[in-house]
């Protein structure tokens, strides 16, 4: 859906689908996803809805590989969650979104 966008840079995607409503972050701990500075609600992966991810290949440093995912959430919200990919990938990130549902082929981006 957004693929054209890795073309641009991380911070220029993130701004842009902030003005397309994707307007949170959020992140994953051992309690579940959550939005940042909002930890006292955390959702499950039933409840989070993959809607699709963009990726940023570093031209000459393999750390700076990172991911976007835009996720919908069982009560609407709309947010960014940022992961790296590759070995730098966190772990944790990667075992939740597996149980997530997604709009796409997750296969193709090793989640699947």
């Given at each position: 859906?957004?693929?054209?966008?890795?073309?641009s840079?991380?911070?220029a995607?993130?701004?842009?689908l902030?003005e397309?409503?994707?307007?949170?972050?959020v992140?994953v701990d051992?309690?579940g996803?959550y939005?940042m500075?909002?930890k006292?609600?955390?959702?499950?992966?039933?409840?989070?809805?993959i809607v699709s991810v963009?990726?940023?290949?570093?031209?000459?440093d393999p750390?700076?590989?990172s991911?976007?995912?835009?996720?919908e959430?069982a009560?609407?919200s709309?947010?960014q969650?940022?992961?790296?990919?590759?070995?730098y990938?966190s772990?944790?990130?990667?075992?939740f979104?597996k149980q997530c549902e997604?709009d796409y082929?997750?296969s193709?981006?090793?989640?699947?």
């Amino acid at each position: 859906m957004y693929e054209h966008l890795k073309q641009s840079t991380l911070a220029a995607t993130t701004a842009l689908l902030r003005e397309k409503g994707y307007k949170h972050d959020v992140e994953v701990d051992d309690m579940g996803l959550y939005i940042m500075g909002h930890k006292e609600k955390y959702y499950q992966p039933k409840e989070v809805h993959i809607v699709s991810v963009i990726r940023f290949e570093g031209a000459s440093d393999p750390g700076d590989m990172s991911a976007i995912y835009m996720v919908e959430l069982a009560d609407g919200s709309k947010g960014q969650l940022i992961d790296a990919y590759g070995v730098y990938a966190s772990k944790k990130v990667g075992e939740f979104l597996k149980q997530c549902e997604f709009d796409y082929d997750a296969s193709t981006h090793g989640l699947k």
